[in-house]
């Protein structure tokens, strides 16, 4: 019997042509299968139908079929982020050259735990991390910043308070506001850091005047955490504020640009994160507003010699001789040992697009948000909790209990119809639209905003309008 043939070597490209073929058919069959941007009928429903479509995983014989039969019912069962009605979450639709680059990496399987596993995968590996500092902390001939790749914003989050944790010998708390991301907290915990202090967000954003009385009455040393683009809201802290209140506490400033850390590269948007160079660690995350495949993260540091707290030694992928030979030593970069190649798709991307296209992408994101919440302020029937700042809206239909807001929400999730998150500011519940795909259109905005007034008026008056 021979083997069943491999993804990379003289024959790979031959053996791939082919699969590729079925599953881009697979994808389209499924696709239109779907006929939304979910799947409908509700998680039980999907649930029997894709255990009725695949059948049997692990049969007593291989199925030459099962590449199409699994890809098509994955797909049909798919969110579909390139749907412009699929609005729920920072899941954002990537780009066709970031997938192809992906199958690259894939492919070939460079795993950057070790310079003769990846050799040119660590030089574009260390050609990335740099242009990411840079593009964080600018040139400063008085400091050396630098960025590892991660698995996202929870993987950054987490390093960042164990670098904290480490240039402080082990001792450091955590003062972050209502508004942060649910990672630090678990990140504090993971580390066993004592339980974090947190300040008052009221209007969404971490208050200065409480983070400055925080800080006063507060002992030892301190990490402060700010977020550049809040999950729910996209709303950024005053970064400048925080940043000179750390300073003049001499606590550490980190801060989570997860959600925005794509406005750098935008010209008219940049200046809102103002201050963002004056952390000591910046978490970005570029499988948000930056078009990624999952996953697509990194941590960006001000002084590199933070990082030497990940220095780690394995004889078989470090030895001494070897590094003091030249071998790049991989294995302080992270603390994974196997790590894939996800630079690649980030650099293809990077160059294919350039600052100027990305740019593009950010900017009309965040004008996709301005029109709808446009629109929502222009409807009676509906109320704006405030104008977005990034590419998230918060609605809700007016004069609705709360109760009614989250199943018009379920209604459309069940109906496969529309997919739109949820997210509780003021006390109240809100829908939330959070717009990552820059093909959509003023027709889509406008599709997004009657499907939940009907559903609204389905479930409040039982009819549609």
Not at 37 to 48: I, M, W
Not at 226 to 255: K, Q, S, V
Not at 328 to 335: A, C, E, H
């Amino acid at each position: 019997m021979s083997s069943p043939p491999l993804a990379s070597g003289p024959e790979g490209p031959h053996a791939l042509r082919p699969l590729l073929a079925t599953v881009l058919d697979a994808l389209d069959a499924g696709a239109r299968a779907r006929g939304g941007p979910l799947p409908a009928g509700g998680p039980d429903a999907v649930a029997a139908r894709f255990r009725e479509a695949v059948g049997e995983i692990l049969p007593e014989r291989g199925d030459p079929h099962a590449v199409h039969t699994l890809v098509r019912a994955f797909a049909e069962g798919a969110a579909d982020p390139a749907h412009p009605l699929c609005a729920a979450h920072l899941h954002c639709p990537p780009l066709a050259v970031a997938a192809a680059a992906d199958l690259a990496a894939s492919a070939l399987n460079p795993s950057l735990d070790s310079w003769d596993q990846a050799p040119a995968a660590s030089e574009l590996e260390a050609m990335v991390v740099r242009l990411a500092a840079t593009e964080v902390y600018g040139i400063d001939p008085a400091r050396t910043p630098d960025s590892v790749i991660t698995t996202g914003g929870t993987e950054s989050n987490q390093l960042a308070l164990l670098l904290a944790r480490e240039t402080h010998g082990g001792s450091v708390r955590l003062v972050t506001g209502a508004n942060a991301h649910h990672s630090l907290p678990r990140a504090a915990w993971l580390l066993g850091l004592p339980d974090p202090v947190v300040v008052p967000a009221p209007a969404g954003t971490l208050d200065p005047t409480a983070l400055a009385e925080t800080l006063t009455r507060l002992t030892g040393p301190l990490l402060v955490a700010a977020t550049a683009g809040t999950t729910d809201a996209g709303l950024i802290d005053p970064l400048p504020e925080i940043a000179a209140h750390c300073a003049t506490h001499g606590a550490r400033l980190h801060i989570d640009a997860a959600y925005g850390a794509g406005l750098l590269l935008s010209t008219r948007h940049r200046g809102l994160l103002d201050g963002l160079d004056a952390a000591d660690t910046v978490t970005l995350d570029l499988h948000k507003l930056g078009w990624q495949p999952v996953a697509a993260g990194l941590l960006a540091v001000r002084d590199a010699r933070d990082l030497t707290a990940l220095r780690h030694r394995a004889d078989y992928l470090n030895a001494t001789d070897d590094t003091e030979a030249g071998l790049p030593d991989l294995l302080g970069r992270s603390l994974r040992t196997t790590r894939r190649p996800d630079v690649l798709k980030l650099a293809v991307t990077l160059k294919t697009l350039g600052r100027a296209g990305l740019a593009g992408l950010v900017d009309r994101v965040c004008a996709h948000a301005r029109e709808f919440a446009a629109l929502v302020d222009a409807h009676p029937g509906f109320e704006l909790h405030a104008p977005p700042v990034l590419s998230t809206v918060l609605f809700r239909p007016a004069d609705t209990p709360d109760a009614t807001v989250a199943a018009v929400r379920r209604a459309l999730l069940t109906d496969g119809t529309a997919v739109l998150g949820r997210a509780r500011l003021d006390g109240r519940l809100w829908l939330k639209a959070t717009l990552l795909n820059p093909a959509t259109g003023p027709d889509d905005l406008a599709a997004l905003l009657q499907l939940v007034a009907e559903s609204r008026a389905t479930l409040v008056e039982g009819h549609t309008p």
